[in-house]
């Protein structure tokens, strides 16, 4: 289309010698007018000014507003459609101009024209009408500016994105200001490409925005796109799909409208929402294929539907929709009660149009005497059906009087531009207005702030509006709005009170989801080759949480922390230890009581024996020190029952690990003694000096001594602590004392090993010598129980956890202890209880 714009102008560049014209730019000197006003103008083509403020290019389909061979010549190039109510447009750029004459404060002393051109929807009419404009003549000229009024600050129009884009090619040329009042073109919003375009209207990037805030609110996630096949609603579709994907959402389709299948498509997807994406053009061919007809979905649409295209309610419910937000402008109903209609070309168009207006009442010139109530109530239905194009079209004259009124009275321009009557206006270069434009701010009529934003859009947003059923007929009810511009936490309203979801969708608001909800304690699991949005729920493993429906990852608990049964909260573990209050605990106590009260019971009888022969055989002190050792081993199994606190994990091992080194070196003494007396008693044995008490004791203690230094060396380096398991056992925090040093604890286990294993060795060679009661066997016995149990006592123990472990540490405590106590003093204790009569040193001597 460029190029053949291009080819055009080339075209009426090798005319313009032959043209007939011969006034250019210079030629140009209009008149200043001082204090008087414009008088009402007689019925012409344009109203004349010290400054055109702009054309105005208006289009429709089918009715136009002026006959073909009337040109209105200040400029206003805009569209408006087969419905009269277009028309409004019009009114409100003549009511503007005639307001901004009539101010006192807004460009003072200089009157405002205008210039309206009909394109018919045509694409070379567009062409002519921007060339006549440019050149100042009904029948234009390219390369010439033949002008017989003031000159044209601007162009504001009303065109389709792709002809507002083509119009833009003629304007740039000549750095005029282009003002649109209804392209949201997207490509037009890049300042870079196209630094000359403004527009009062905001973009279809904040429209975009809008829509995805609305999905986000409803938590609506899965939908589908219906998109007229133009350039501009392609791109914006493409943002919109980059945006809902960034948000979480997920598209099920994107389908071009027009296509013949759409219907059918629509009806078999899951989707639940559906955004129709459609530019103007686009009303009659929804009307023709009836797309809503695809029933049990919501709608979401850019369009400003008109309530006719539907044939019936059902077509029409859980509809939303964005429109810019409509405004009355103030003084405009009584501008167009009152004004005359001689003013304004005529044709039965117009003639039926007003005839309208006044049902009938009043005469083809309305006078101020027609204010019935029928006319008001007409007019009010219609503005407010139509009254956004016409508020932007205010919005565009005020915005641009007000740039120039900026550049008018800038101090930097006051002297070589403007000064009273002695300078003309004829100097006037419409690319200075372009810093004014940018830099615009003011408030309107209505308090509003107006200005342009980075992209050229006006700083105004949409009304989100629902189709409802009331008394039986159709209306538009506005329940929201999004204002990019408005703080944050104002710029997007919903009343959803406001909201009547009609059949089939029971739930408020409803749900449009590829897959259900995941409740708390499941995760979302994407399946395979599906979008993001289309997942499996699986509940999260043990230890991790999921508190919020819709989790991609679980939350792990802390580490004194774990999952509940349903995976929805964390919960303070269990803190275990081996208790007295406990079953196991309890019977552990118990037994521990029992066999120190029979060690202490067995060391009453040897004292209250001590006198008889089996007391005294094999040195009775070490009997005494054998039972004390082993009383104390009974008890100190009760520190490892209950809370293990700082002071109790110290004394554990070590009172422990030394009550048995002094056990087992007794035992030793004990069975060096027995291998001892029986060679003393040979003829010449030189071991009868060491039969005394006194080596026995040195034994003891020097074994004893050795045990006592290891665990002062563990205590001093790394000793035993308290610790807090939460890793052992799932759900639990044992309380349990640590080793502290693993080589240290090992040493004292291992001395002890020695220890009996000497004394098993020792023993079990003795065990065959002579003698009525021959001790060394029971020592083998006691030996081979002790030995068993801490040979099985070592993989145990490191095979279990928590207090499981200490009971297993316990029990081994018992029984060797048990063992050492029965084979050696349970035989004395039967023969000095049961059979005195062997209690003798004759029966204990002989062969």
Not at 423 to 434: I, N, T, V
Not at 630 to 652: A, D, H, V, W, Y
């Amino acid at each position: 289309m460029e190029a053949l714009l291009v080819l055009m102008l080339m075209c009426c560049s090798i005319l313009w010698k032959t043209a007939e014209c011969q006034c250019t730019i210079e030629n140009f000197k209009p008149r200043l007018r001082v204090g008087n006003r414009l008088q009402q103008p007689q019925q012409g083509y344009y109203r004349d000014g010290d400054i055109m403020i702009g054309g105005l290019i208006a289009t429709q389909n089918v009715y136009p507003i002026f006959p073909p061979s009337h040109i209105f010549y200040p400029s206003l190039i805009g569209r408006t459609s087969h419905i009269p109510l277009n028309y409004y447009n019009v009114l409100a750029f003549v009511s503007a101009v005639e307001e901004i004459n009539n101010s006192s404060e807004l460009l003072p002393n200089l009157t405002v024209g205008f210039h309206i051109e009909e394109p018919y929807n045509h694409v070379l009419l567009s062409y002519r009408a921007a060339i006549n404009i440019l050149s100042g003549m009904d029948t234009g000229i390219p390369n010439y500016s033949c002008k017989t009024s003031a000159p044209m600050a601007a162009v504001i129009e009303g065109l389709l994105s792709q002809e507002s884009s083509e119009l833009y090619s003629f304007s740039r040329i000549y750095h005029y200001p282009q003002i649109s009042y209804t392209s949201g073109n997207l490509f037009m919003s890049d300042m870079v490409k196209f630094p000359n375009f403004y527009r009062t209207v905001p973009g279809d990037l904040h429209l975009c925005t809008g829509i995805i805030r609305l999905l986000k609110h409803f938590d609506w996630t899965w939908v589908g796109i219906l998109v007229s096949d133009d350039e501009n609603s392609m791109r914006a579709v493409q943002i919109l799909r980059e945006g809902i994907e960034r948000s979480g959402g997920c598209i099920e389709f994107i389908q071009n409208f027009h296509l013949s299948s759409t219907i059918l498509q629509i009806a078999s997807t899951s989707t639940k929402v559906i955004i129709f994406y459609c530019n103007r053009d686009s009303i009659q061919v929804i009307k023709n294929i009836n797309i809503w007809k695809a029933s049990k979905k919501i709608w979401i649409t850019i369009c400003d539907l008109k309530l006719t295209i539907f044939s019936n309610y059902d077509d029409k419910k859980n509809t939303l929709g964005f429109i810019m937000a409509k405004k009355n402008i103030p003084r405009f109903y009584k501008f167009v009660r009152e004004v005359n209609l001689a003013q304004f070309p005529s044709n039965s168009f117009i003639e039926s149009w007003w005839k309208e207006l006044c049902n009938d009442q009043c005469p083809k010139s309305i006078q101020r005497s027609c204010s019935g109530n029928k006319v008001h109530s007409h007019f009010i239905h219609c503005s407010n059906m139509n009254s956004g194009s016409s508020y932007n079209v205010y919005n565009a004259v005020y915005a641009l009087a007000h740039a120039l009124h900026a550049m008018i009275t800038s101090s930097s321009e006051n002297t070589t531009i403007w000064n009273g009557e002695r300078e003309r206006f004829g100097d006037f270069l419409p690319w200075k207005l372009h810093r004014y434009l940018k830099n615009l701010h003011f408030k309107n009529a209505l308090g509003e702030e107006i200005f342009f934003d980075e992209n050229g859009d006006l700083s105004i947003g949409f009304d989100i509006y629902m189709i409802l059923l009331a008394n039986g007929t159709t209306r538009k009810e506005i329940v929201g709005s999004y204002n990019p511009y408005a703080p944050s936490g104002k710029d997007f309203t919903i009343n959803e009170m406001a909201i009547v979801w009609e059949e089939p969708f029971r739930e408020t608001p409803p749900q449009s989801r590829c897959s259900p909800d995941c409740l708390p304690g499941f995760r979302k699991s994407t399946k395979k080759g599906k979008p993001i949005c289309c997942y499996d729920c699986i509940p999260c493993p043990k230890g991790e949480v999921s508190n919020q429906t819709d989790m991609d990852t679980c939350i792990i608990c802390s580490e004194d922390q774990w999952s509940n049964s349903d995976r929805d909260a964390c919960i303070p573990k269990i803190i275990t230890f081996l208790s007295y209050e406990e079953p196991l605990g309890i019977a552990l106590t118990l037994i521990s009581i029992i066999f120190f009260l029979i060690a202490a019971a067995i060391l009453g009888i040897f004292i209250y024996y001590h006198d008889t022969p089996i007391v005294k055989a094999n040195n009775r002190n070490l009997s005494y020190i054998l039972l004390i050792s082993l009383m104390l081993s009974f008890l100190c199994t009760l520190e490892f029952i209950g809370r293990p606190e700082k002071m109790t994990c110290l004394l554990q091992q070590t009172v422990f690990a030394i009550t048995f080194s002094i056990a087992l070196s007794s035992v030793l003494a004990k069975t060096i003694t027995v291998v001892m007396a029986f060679h003393a008693t040979k003829p010449g044995s030189k071991l009868r000096k060491w039969m005394g008490s006194r080596f026995s004791n040195s034994i003891v203690f020097s074994c004893s001594l050795i045990q006592i230094v290891l665990c002062l060396s563990w205590l001093f380096t790394a000793p035993p602590f308290l610790y807090h398991n939460m890793r052992s056992e799932i759900g639990l925090i044992l309380i349990e004392c640590n080793e502290g040093s693993v080589i240290s604890f090992y040493c004292v286990l291992g001395y002890l090993g020695f220890l009996a294993g000497v004394s098993f060795i020792v023993a079990f060679l003795a065990r065959n010598l002579p003698d009525s009661f021959n001790e060394a066997k029971y020592i083998t016995f006691s030996m081979l129980v002790f030995c068993s149990v801490w040979v099985s006592f070592i993989p145990t123990y490191l095979s279990t956890k928590g207090k499981y472990m200490v009971a297993v540490e316990i029990f081994a405590i018992l029984a060797s202890s048990a063992g050492l106590l029965g084979w050696i003093f349970i035989p004395k204790c039967y023969i000095i209880l049961l059979k005195p009569d062997r209690n003798s040193r004759k029966y204990l001597t002989k062969n």
